[in-house]
Each structure stands twice: as C-alpha cells, then as structure tokens.
C-alpha cells in the first residue's frame, strides 16, 4: 500500500525498524550522486527523484502536471526496491549494470525493466547503486526519455 507520507523525512520515519536504515543509506546515496537539477519529491507513495518542471515544464507525458520522473526508492511488503528510468530507455547503461553487479553482489540480480528488488539488507550494493545514478545529467535525461516517447 503506498505510503500518505507527504516528505522524505516522514516517509522513512514510518517505515519498520528494520528497513530505516537501508532506506536512509538509499536517500542519502541518492542526495550524494544524482546531479545537479534532479529534486527530491514524494510521489506515486515513495521517495522520488524528478526533473523540475521549472527545468521542464512539459513534464511526464502521460500525466503532464507531474515532473519528470527518472529514480525512485521504495519500502514495498517484500523486498526494497529502487526503480531508475535509465536502466529501462539505455541498454548501454542497462548492460553496464548487470555486468558491475555480477561482479560486485553475491547475491542474485532480481530486476525488471527499470526496478531492482532488494529482500535482504544487507545485499544492496549502495556505492554501485551511486554510480549508476551518478551516469546521467539531467540534460541526458531528458534527451534520451524524448527520444523514447517520440519513437
């Protein structure tokens, strides 16, 4: 069930002990590495990272009053997940992923098009994770999610 919180700060107070301190860790890799112009919001019930509409204004297309999404982290009933957008519109970077984590996690991949479930915490790999969010501006971002929805 998504979360009412209407901040971060609220959202991961209440979360279940056990799952705080991953979320945090998540928030603050995520506040360290994303590049400038991403802004922390809460939406769709989780921790969101967006473009502004005042970087731009035409927003997500399938609901325009919405910024831009591209990283979103998430306290679901089984498992932490993080959903990056890049993953899902750059095989590249999708590619890149699947290779670092093989190399760096022993814990088996579990990902979908853009989401990466976590159900043990202490197997999400926190310094791949700022890496990966560190890879696209802004700029990139929105260049590649125009290129997506214009195919």
């Known amino acids: 069930m998504p979360s009412k919180a209407t901040t971060p700060e609220a959202y991961i107070a209440e979360l279940p002990e056990d799952r705080r301190?991953?979320?945090?860790k998540l928030r603050a890799i995520a506040l360290k590495n994303l590049p400038t112009g991403f802004k922390e919001v809460m939406g769709?019930?989780?921790?969101?990272?967006?473009?502004?509409?005042?970087?731009?204004?035409?927003?997500y297309h399938c609901t325009p009053n919405l910024p831009l999404p591209f990283f979103n982290i998430a306290s679901q009933k089984n498992s932490i997940n993080v959903y990056h957008m890049g993953l899902y519109g750059d095989k590249t970077l999708y590619?890149?992923?699947?290779?670092?984590?093989?190399?760096?996690?022993?814990?088996?991949?579990?990902?979908?098009?853009?989401?990466?479930?976590?159900?043990?915490?202490?197997?999400?790999?926190?310094?791949?994770?700022?890496?990966?969010?560190?890879?696209?501006?802004?700029?990139?971002w929105i260049n590649r999610y125009e290129k997506m929805i214009k195919k």
Do not use: N
């Open 21 to 24: 301190e991953a979320m945090q």
């Open 44 to 59: 769709y019930g989780m921790l969101g990272y967006v473009v502004p509409h005042e970087i731009y204004p035409a927003g």
């Open 95 to 140: 590619d890149w992923f699947v290779s670092e984590y093989a190399k760096r996690c022993t814990a088996k991949l579990d990902m979908g098009k853009s989401c990466v479930r976590f159900k043990k915490m202490d197997s999400i790999p926190y310094e791949l994770l700022g890496e990966l969010l560190s890879k696209i501006t802004v700029e990139d």
